[in-house]
């Protein structure tokens, strides 16, 4: 008899955005015709920049000609690519990576979920809470939790609450952590670390030989002076920390598919006698015996964002989101919410009023306005009464979305 994974069923609920998807298409289906509007998973809506495009047309035309034909290739990435990334995201900005530190993927969302997988079952996993759900919910599936109590919360996780008490800013775990994750800009509440934050996790992993999993997946529309893009631009990180970047948001890629994980030579971790090892070649082989690269074209895409004409363009359409994030933050704070995010981030972080619960508010705003967010406490316990607004809606349709909120409020 076939046996299934039986972590599966400790995860109470779908995950969140196809649940988000279910509720809009049954309001869709007894509404029709009704003008949705959907500022709630973060799915991009400008196309690709024209340098993107046409190094992606060259690409395809490259697979069509039997002399520049690309069949499989490398697991990690090309090179044109990975030197690319490590020059203008790194290099350029006096933080030491190479290219041979750094691996191509199709996504951070794969990335950040597999790489408990070269990590042993014993360590003790820490995320924030609120935060992106990827990260508990493969941890759970891994099979490295207990069951979900009545609080919503796993046993085995170390939960560290993103509160306004402390800036949405997770305080050091009284409790060893083997393995942290860390994402800043923060998904959901938009929240940014300093050097002085960042420096405080890079010395408390140094001393418990953790290793932190610093998902920067938003780093790009960081505005702020001051505010680091990398975790390694704090001294000691490269011996403690792994980095995820995406081109979903960055660059538009959320169809197109392409990211990036550094893992620096220095950082290592020990087995179960106490022996150092390397964790850049444990990657290697996982990604070698379970990946096959993201395609050829698509890198090519990928590294037109660096040329001269791609940075401009992908700084435009940057700012354009962030104008977006802009007006929603205004709006709102207007109206009375306590807002947050949207300045260093695409996302806006609010609190509703009265108390009210997450999904009930969802509820509210997709009944009564056709408007689509996403409730807080999808994000984790602490997200209770909190709601996430997305900026990668077009600008007429923010514009109108405002338009409907400020009726249903006022």
């Not at 809009?24 to 009704?34: D, E, N, Q, R, Y």
């Not at 959907?38 to 190094?55: F, R």
């Not at 609080?151 to 009284?174: A, H, R, S, V």
Request: aromatic share 12%.
């Amino acid at each position: 008899m076939a046996l299934i994974n039986e972590h599966y069923l400790k995860l109470k609920a779908g995950y969140l955005f196809p649940e988000i998807s279910r509720r809009v298409s049954a309001f869709a289906k007894s509404h029709p015709g009704m003008k949705i509007i959907k500022m709630g998973i973060g799915d991009v809506t400008q196309p690709l920049a024209p340098s993107v495009i046409k190094a992606f047309h060259e690409g395809v035309e490259e697979m069509g000609n039997a002399e520049t034909f690309k069949g499989y290739g490398p697991e990690q990435g090309y090179d044109f690519l990975r030197k690319a990334i490590a020059e203008n995201d790194y290099q350029n900005n006096k933080i030491n990576v190479s290219a041979e530190d750094i691996f191509i993927s199709d996504g951070s969302k794969c990335d950040t979920g597999n790489i408990q997988e070269i990590f042993g079952y014993d360590n003790k996993i820490a995320i924030c809470d609120p935060v992106y759900p990827v990260y508990a919910d493969t941890t759970v599936m891994a099979g490295k939790t207990g069951v979900c109590s009545a609080d919503g919360y796993f046993e085995n996780i170390i939960y560290m609450p993103c509160t306004e008490e402390n800036n949405f800013i997770p305080q050091l775990p009284k409790e060893k952590a083997d393995l942290i994750f860390l994402c800043f800009p923060n998904n959901p509440t938009g929240a940014v670390a300093t050097k002085e934050v960042l420096k405080k996790w890079v010395d408390y992993a140094l001393e418990n030989k953790s290793i932190i999993l610093f998902d920067g997946a938003y780093e790009a529309f960081i505005t702020e002076k001051d505010i680091p893009h990398s975790i390694y631009e704090i001294e000691g990180a490269e011996k403690v920390a792994v980095e995820f970047r995406s081109l979903s948001k960055t660059a538009g890629f959320t169809g197109t598919r392409c990211a990036f994980t550094v893992i620096p030579e220095k950082l290592k971790a020990c087995d179960s006698k106490g022996e150092m090892h390397s964790v850049k070649p444990l990657w290697m082989r996982r990604q070698t015996t379970k990946f096959n690269g993201t395609s050829y074209p698509v890198q090519k895409a990928a590294a037109a964002i660096y040329s001269e004409n791609g940075k401009k363009e992908i700084k435009t359409t940057i700012r354009y989101y962030i104008e977006n994030a802009g007006i929603i933050h205004k709006s709102f704070s207007a109206m009375g919410f306590k807002v947050y995010g949207g300045i260093n981030s695409p996302y806006i972080w609010l609190k509703t009023k009265n108390n009210m619960k997450s999904w009930d508010f969802f509820d509210k705003l997709l009944n009564e306005a056709n408007i689509v967010g996403t409730p807080g406490a999808g994000f984790g316990p602490s997200g209770e009464g909190y709601f996430r607004f997305s900026a990668f809606a077009d600008r007429e349709s923010v514009l109108e979305a405002m338009e409907r909120v400020k009726k249903l409020f006022s």
